[in-house]
């Protein structure tokens, strides 16, 4: 039923800044969460951040504290993860998810974007 769209992934130079946006469609709960997930080669997909929609509460990753910072746009339906000061480690595909609980683990989510290739380089 709801439908996430990503983009905005690309390739970085270490410490540089790049803003990845997610579009949610479709008949979107009256209560949710959105999140962000990376899977880097090699490893499992793990937690970055979520948000929810309800009151704008947030929750970080440790390894992305300080770093990264997840928004939204009512208007447009839409959440954002900013990256900044980016780290190599940081390469992985970042895909938004959207669940009515919130949840560090990918199993309490529902929807899943498509995924969006982040590239560090070194």
């Known amino acids: 039923q709801v439908q996430l769209v990503e983009s905005g992934g690309g390739l970085v130079q270490a410490g540089g800044s790049l803003r990845l946006s997610c579009a949610a469609s479709?008949?979107?709960?009256?209560?949710?969460?959105m999140a962000w997930f990376r899977h880097a080669p090699g490893k499992e997909r793990s937690f970055v951040t979520f948000l929810s929609w309800s009151d704008g509460s947030t929750r970080y990753a440790d390894s992305v504290k300080g770093r990264f910072a997840i928004s939204r746009d009512n208007a447009k339906n839409s959440v954002y993860l900013q990256m900044n000061s980016l780290k190599p480690e940081d390469t992985a595909v970042y895909y938004c998810?959207?669940?009515?609980?919130?949840?560090?683990?990918?199993?309490?989510?529902?929807?899943w974007g498509q995924g969006a290739q982040v590239t560090v380089s070194s």
């Open positions: 479709g008949r979107t709960p009256s209560s949710y969460y």
């Open positions: 998810a959207a669940g009515t609980v919130p949840g560090t683990s990918k199993l309490f989510y529902s929807y």
